[in-house]
């Protein structure tokens, strides 16, 4: 069975910071990845995902992720951080649509 | 164009009651999905329909829940002698066929006292 696991349940991190938000996932074959981000009080909103191609994506906001097969990993990143990416953010995977597995989501704290 | 929508936003009930949760997708989705959020997990599955039918339901937890979608467009969860257990925010969300993204609604927030 499919499972994503979110290695940091909160990152705090000072406004203009860089920041990586970790995910890795375990499946035997090919497999889809998204990022989502639930603003306080707001639904999940997608940032990226990844379905096939190049293995860095770029999403909204200045997020970008890497997938890295050998690592069976697909991290979050944005070189400097706003107050306003304060937000809880899901891993999820699919593998051939239909429904999402997702990790235990990640609190991103950023300070001023 | 309007979002997916979801009645009631909040609802309270007592144990052993039975409760219905609404899902409007948006228009011409034909991918319907639910999913319970419990508080500090991820969004877990519950049931997946493609049209009127139910593509996979492997994620609802047991008999007391229940889903419909008769026309293939709003969806009902419904839920059988409601336990503490059950309150969680339940998710809804459509999407196009295949690996499109699925839209979420903002969530039905369940309480069972």
């Known amino acids: 069975a499919q499972s994503v696991t979110q290695l940091d349940s909160q990152v705090p991190v000072f406004e203009e910071a860089p920041v990586e938000l970790r995910c890795n996932y375990s499946s035997s074959v090919s497999v889809y990845l998204f990022w989502y981000v639930q603003y306080p009080n707001q639904g999940l909103q997608l940032l990226l995902k990844y379905l096939s191609g190049s293995t860095l994506v770029k999403g909204i906001n200045g997020f970008e992720a890497e997938f890295n097969k050998s690592q069976t990993s697909f991290h979050l990143r944005k070189p400097s951080v706003h107050i306003s990416d304060t937000a809880e953010y899901f891993c999820?995977?699919?593998?051939?649509?239909?429904?999402?597995?997702f990790g235990q989501g990640t609190e991103l704290s950023v300070k001023p | 164009g309007a979002g997916v929508s979801q009645t009631p936003s909040n609802k309270v009930t007592e144990k052993g009651k039975y409760v219905e949760l609404r899902c409007d997708p948006i228009?011409?989705?034909?991918?319907l999905y639910w999913y319970r959020q419990s508080l500090g997990q991820g969004p877990e599955f519950l049931i997946y329909?493609?049209?009127?039918?139910?593509?996979?339901d492997s994620g609802l937890p047991n008999d007391r829940f229940f889903a419909v979608r008769p026309e293939g467009s709003v969806s009902t969860l419904k839920i059988q002698r409601t336990e503490r257990g059950d309150s969680a925010v339940y998710l809804c969300?459509?999407?196009?066929?295949?690996?499109?993204?699925?839209?979420f609604g903002p969530g039905t927030r369940l309480t069972v006292l």
């Open positions: 228009s011409g989705h034909t991918a």
């Open positions: 329909f493609q049209g009127t039918g139910a593509a996979d």
């Open positions: 969300a459509s999407s196009l066929e295949g690996l499109n993204e699925q839209f």
């Open positions: 999820a995977v699919t593998q051939q649509g239909g429904k999402l597995i």
